[in-house]
């Protein structure tokens, strides 16, 4: 990805994320989340991984935000007036988050990152399968497990009301 | 401007992304709206995992995003679910609110 594309994505990237943390009625947020996943997605394509970035697509942008859709419908959410903590708390958050991503990215920028040019294979669906069904061949199948446990979950908390 | 972005530009991206995150499960009251911003946190770490990847060209971190996208779907529907009884006992999603587990 060359590099004004990039700063373009990112600026993009950032943009949403912030709808969906600043604007007051959550299906604005919900489709803030669909913007940023989505460009999330095309910087996966622009780092060589391009069926981690179509599988980014179908499980986040098609299923998960559909599912905060589908919540925010049922709940019948409007936009609020009391959106935000007190601003005391919201100085606090504001100035947790900024510290918190300066130290994360001051940490990062010391990490060593040689880049070379693209081995054969790299990114594949070929060869994401191949690691997951030898080297993580046991996780993958707990992973089955996980999704049928949050089934199982999901559709007992759905169904009746608790007291 | 044609050259490739440093994949440390991808890094600073990621840490900005999940600061964002951070902020928004701190300071918004709608439990909704803090599980998408969880969501954000969540992605921000997958990109940190793809950018790794990419440096060291090695398709294990790919794989660890794979799991990190099962954990968080399976994370949503249940959280999602548990909203939804939250909402029906106490028709309200705002987090100041919910003080069952407060004495």
Request: hydrophobic share 65%; charged share 10%; proline share 4%.
């Amino acid at each position: 990805m060359s590099a004004l594309l990039f700063l373009a994505v990112a600026a993009l990237t950032i943009a949403s994320a912030l709808v969906v943390i600043l604007h007051k009625s959550p299906v604005y947020s919900a489709l803030g989340l669909v913007g940023t996943l989505a460009l999330i997605a095309m910087l996966f394509l622009g780092l060589d991984a391009q069926i981690v970035g179509f599988l980014q697509i179908i499980v986040y942008a098609g299923a998960i935000v559909v599912l905060f859709l589908f919540v925010i419908m049922l709940l019948n959410l409007q936009e609020e007036p009391e959106a935000f903590a007190p601003s005391a708390l919201v100085a606090f958050g504001l100035a947790g988050g900024i510290g918190l991503a300066a130290i994360v990215a001051i940490g990062l920028a010391r990490a060593p990152l040689p880049t070379g040019p693209l081995r054969d294979r790299f990114g594949t669906t070929e060869l994401l399968a191949e690691r997951l069904f030898t080297t993580y061949l046991l996780p993958f199948e707990l992973t089955s497990i996980l999704l049928l446990v949050a089934i199982i979950g999901a559709v007992v908390l759905g169904k009746k009301k608790l007291p | 401007m044609t050259d490739p972005a440093p994949l440390s530009w991808y890094l600073v991206l990621s840490a900005v992304l999940f600061g964002l995150g951070a902020t928004g499960v701190l300071v918004r009251r709608n439990l909704i709206v803090v599980f998408m911003a969880i969501e954000i946190m969540l992605n921000a770490v997958n990109l940190t995992f793809v950018t790794f990847a990419r440096s060291q060209q090695n398709a294990d971190g790919h794989a660890i995003v794979f799991f990190v996208m099962a954990v968080a779907a399976a994370e949503a529907a249940v959280g999602l679910a548990i909203i939804l009884q939250v909402f029906r006992a106490r028709a309200t999603v705002n987090a100041d609110e919910v003080t069952m587990l407060r004495w």
